[in-house]
Every structure is written in C-alpha cells, then in structure tokens.
C-alpha cells in the first residue's frame, strides 16, 4: 500500500457539467499519473506529472487537464464532461519496491455522464 | 504504439492446473512487468523483468522474457481460486517513466 486515495469514489453527472477527480499521496513520490480503463481498452494513460507544476499528456489527454500544485495531490479535470468520459479512472503513482520500480494503483473512482 | 498484446484474452482452468499468458510487443523496452486486477479493484504489481533478463521467479510465478521475439509469458503454478482475476503486462521503454499496458488476460480459475 503507498498511501494513494482517489475522491470521489463513485460519481455520476450530467454532460456539460465540469468534473474533478483527486489523487492524494502520502508519501512524496514524485511521479503521479492518471490512467482510465474502458472494457476492451484496458488501461490508458490521460496525463502525468514528474513533479510540482510538471505535467505532460498521455496517450488520450483529449478532453481533459490536469494540476499539481502539492506533491501529495494531482487533480483530473474534465472541463465539460462527454458520455464518452464514462469509465473507471485511477491514479498511480511511481515507488520502489526493493531495487525495482513500479507503479502502486489507487482504488479508482467510478465515472457516469448522462 | 508500444503497447503490449495479451494472449489469450481469457483463460479458464481448473484449480491446481498451470495457466500461461502471453504478452507481445513491437518496439525496444527498459522493462516489463505483469499486473493483477481482481475485479472492480487497482491493479497490483506481481513481477518485473528487465530487458537484460530471461526469468524471474517470485512465489507461484514465473516469468520469461524474449527480447528477439519480442515476447514475455507469465506462468502461475498450482493455481488457486483465489488468482481469479485480470492480468495485464505493462511495458515501459528506454528512458521513459510512462508504462503502456496491454488489455490483460481475464484469467477464472474453477474450484
């Protein structure tokens, strides 16, 4: 466990509407990044941070913008969520575990837009 | 794109038996490494294997890593009801802190 909560859990909204999502760390990594995970999919990344204000797109950052202004917190954005936005996201975050290493997943947070 | 091909995208055995999962990939690597996801939960690192590597073991798994074929395999022995789950290799390139991951192999295990 590297000490990584994502709020909301669980949320449901309406197309249009703005969403933020938040990754909370307790252990001051450095690497932060956001992944979803759509069925047929599997992961893909959104955005990732090296660092305090240092941000970069991933794979699908369409749609989507991302903050770091404390180590411990990186927020996802979704400026007007889409029904296409509909899917599981999680955080991770870049640790080491003996001499390797490995990203430690959050427990996600599930995503609805109506 | 770097990511990784999972084969089969489902397995099912029977508890006790081995299961074997395949991952495939098109360019140069650092590392590699498989996943567990149960069901509705984070995914959880299983194992690591370096490009300069051929095997790891840890516990029930095995690993292999062929550089020319551009191919890894995971192997779990004995397995359990419990390894029920989705599992997915990751690739991570030279020089690079991102991973890319595959869609995974949904893995039942039967009691």
């Known amino acids: 466990d590297a000490g990584i909560t994502q709020s909301p859990r669980h949320k449901v909204t309406e197309t249009g509407t703005p969403v933020t999502l938040r990754c909370h760390q307790t252990e001051n990594h450095r690497y932060m990044y956001w992944y979803r995970q759509d069925p047929g999919h599997g992961l893909r990344l959104i955005h990732y941070s090296y660092g305090v204000k240092d941000t970069d797109k991933g794979e699908v950052s369409d749609g989507y913008s991302v903050s770091r202004s404390k180590t411990e917190d990186f927020l996802l954005t979704l400026e007007s969520a889409t029904s296409s936005q509909t899917s599981v996201y999680f955080c991770?975050?870049?640790?080491?575990?003996?001499?390797?290493?490995?990203?430690?997943f959050g427990p996600g947070t599930r995503l609805l837009v109506l | 794109s770097q990511q990784g091909e999972e084969d089969p995208q489902a397995l099912s055995i029977q508890e006790g038996e081995n299961a074997t999962m395949n991952c495939s990939y098109k360019?140069?690597?650092?590392?590699l490494q498989w996943y567990r996801q149960n069901s509705g939960r984070g995914l959880v690192h299983l194992i690591l294997?370096?490009?300069?590597?051929r095997e790891k073991h840890s516990g029930r798994l095995r690993v292999t890593l062929d550089t020319s074929k551009k191919s890894s395999s995971l192997l779990i022995t004995a397995s359990r009801a419990a390894d029920t789950a989705s599992y997915f290799c990751?690739?991570?390139?030279?020089?690079?802190?991102?991973?890319?991951f595959g869609k995974g192999t949904k893995l039942s295990v039967i009691p």
């Open positions: 990751a690739l991570r390139g030279a020089g690079s802190y991102q991973l890319t």
């Open positions: 294997i370096r490009s300069n590597e």
């Open positions: 360019t140069s690597i650092n590392n």
């Open positions: 991770a975050i870049l640790g080491r575990r003996t001499d390797q290493e490995t990203q430690y």
